[in-house]
């Protein structure tokens, strides 16, 4: 249900158009956003375009000149590629826009375009007058808003009865003035990373030439919602194409997060792995095969019936390319995050409607933002699904967002989640929370001899290696579901709570090959799968092997306890991949749920099965005897070490 909130995100965005405010009650620092709200604090550095205003602009009211110093500063951290803003006469408002030449712009010629804009004295309840100073002869595509140099441009945008909105701000313009030399049919993000210099991204890493493994956990909490909508994606051990070298294949991690029921969430989790490998088969960049696969997948369920019910999803997907490599697509308020040095760096940045640049695209379709939101509804500007906002108006597009990253030695984990916790908590706080809690597990298995919460005696081994991984792995559902819990029970959120919590393993040990790798249900998790060819990789997709929703992940069957706690579903079910109190079917994995397929034992009364499993794959090695005894005094130990079995 992310499209229902209103939170904003906690770091710079697209442009530099947000600033941060002082700290709220929260503890927070909350971000501005393009509509303008007057009682915020503006940035504190020195602006040279604000310093053009003076108290002997009489010509000006006192909220007019707020408003103006406001928009300056906002105007002024705008980066060089999106253009340059100059004050030709702060008394009368007048300022110039200077539109400079770049990729994603193929009608501007190399000389770039300029145009005037003059703010009357009642704006912003009148939109400013912009003129067409001097650039290239206007194309078929910007005719109609551009009839010739010197001419007043008409776009919808500056329409005062049907466009115009004082909550608009000149951000907003700058950006609709540049989108009037884009390419018709253009992506409404490119997939090339040089194609939008000024976009946001995550500081660049160096080519590490490590390969990296990771273990994953996967947890939801219902929290106060009626239902749960959220649907999480973990698919590993894909198979690559040739081009993409590795020893242990990809892999596919993500949260899909429903809105007006969890039906385009599950459709999309589904189907999202064989589409992206699907143009990876073709020789598509990792990139591109991305935006296309989840461009794929959305016009797959606006075919079906279903999506006439107005269903759909945010969704944020990180790609693994078996060595070092990261690519994010978001739609929507999902995030991802990477917990590194005691800090952390975001990965994607919130698609939201009152983002200035998405308020350009929005209104110059036919739509409006109001209170945040798209045509007063929908929060977010980016999403599957929502078939009444893309027909007959493309007003959301499914089009991502994409930013990639390069894992280095010093990450420690990958966190991706839902805005039910980016609602009440910051990056920064949410990374500190988990490795905090990662640090516990390990000085509590540390004092019974094991190193570092993996199992491994001291002395020999390394992260994921022996039986002792399976207690790293149950310590990390600890945190993951853990984190979820915080986000409900002490930090409020009214949203679902569900996160895809992924520890890193470094390349150092065991060449990070044996966790990414574990698709096979009869392989143990520190053994590499052998390359598969790649025309198989979407037939095997599509067979649910691996991840959330592979039979042999056993990662289906989840149970709603009285805290609230649920779990995502096998991909084929009806419901959405979340449901709560299913029927047992086939034998226990080492969790004490039920792997499909196989007899199915009597229960257990001396172990009780946890509210979170992880759908990374696991043996199947049953805990207990049919009479539910256990069968070893080490059965015993790993019974009393799981604090899962006490409530």
Known sequence: MTSRSSNQHNESTVGLVYRRSSVGSDGQGRLHSGPFRPKLSRVSCPNPLSAHLTDDSQIMTTQWKERLSYELDLLSQLHPSLGKVAVVDATAGVLTFDVSPCADLPLLGSGGARFTVTLPPNWPAKAPRVIYSHGPAPSSSAAAALPGTGSLVKCPLLDEDEGWSRTYTLCTLLHTLRDLFKAPGAPDTPWDAAATPWQWGPKAQPQSGMHFGFSVAHAGVQGRRPTMEDVGCVRQGLPLPAQYPTECGGALLGIFDGHAGPSCAAFAEARVAAAVLGQLEVGRSWREALSRGLVEVDGAWLAQPEARTGAGCTACVVAFDGRDGLFAANLGDCRAVIGCAGGCRDLTLDCRAERPDEVARIVA???????????????????????????????????????????????????????????????????????????????????????????????????????????????????????????????????????????????????????????????????????????????????????????????????????????????????????????????????????????????????????????????????????????????????????????
Not at 382 to 407: H, I, M, Q, S, W
Not at 421 to 430: N, R
């Open 365 to 647: 379709r036919g739509g409006f933002v109001h209170g945040r939101r798209v045509n007063g509804s929908l929060a977010v500007s980016r999403a599957l699904g929502d078939a009444e906002f893309k027909r007959p108006l493309a007003l959301v597009t499914a089009c991502p967002e994409l930013t990639e990253t390069r894992l280095q030695p010093s990450d420690e984990f990958l966190l991706v989640a839902c805005d039910g916790l980016w609602d009440v908590m910051a990056s920064a706080e949410a990374c500190q929370f988990v490795r905090d809690r990662l640090r516990f597990e390990e000085s509590k298995k540390d004092s019974e001899g094991i190193v570092g919460g993996v199992g491994v005696p001291k002395g020999g081994g390394g992260i994921g290696l022996g039986k002792g991984g399976d207690r790293e792995q149950r310590a990390l559902e600890r945190v993951a579901l853990a984190l979820a819990r915080h986000a409900v029970d002490d930090r409020h959120s009214s949203d679902n709570v569900s996160v895809v919590l992924c520890r890193l393993v470094p390349p150092f040990m065991d060449g990070g090959r044996h966790v990414a790798a574990a698709a096979d249900p009869a392989r143990p998790p520190h053994v590499a799968a052998a390359p598969a060819a790649a025309p198989a990789a979407a037939a095997a997709v599509a067979a649910g092997s691996g991840g959330v929703g592979g039979p042999a992940a056993a990662a289906g069957l989840y149970r709603r306890q009285a805290s609230r706690e649920t779990v995502g579903a096998p991909a084929g079910v009806p419901t959405g991949g979340w449901r709560s109190n299913p029927e047992p079917v086939g034998s226990t994995n080492l969790l004490g749920l039920h792997v499909p397929g196989s007899p199915s034992p009597s229960p257990s009364p001396a172990v009780k099965s946890p509210a979170v499993v992880s759908p990374a794959p696991q043996p199947v090695m049953p805990r207990a005897k049919k009479d539910g005894g256990l069968e070893s005094d080490k059965d015993l130990m790993e019974f009393l070490m799981d604090d899962a079995n006490f409530g």
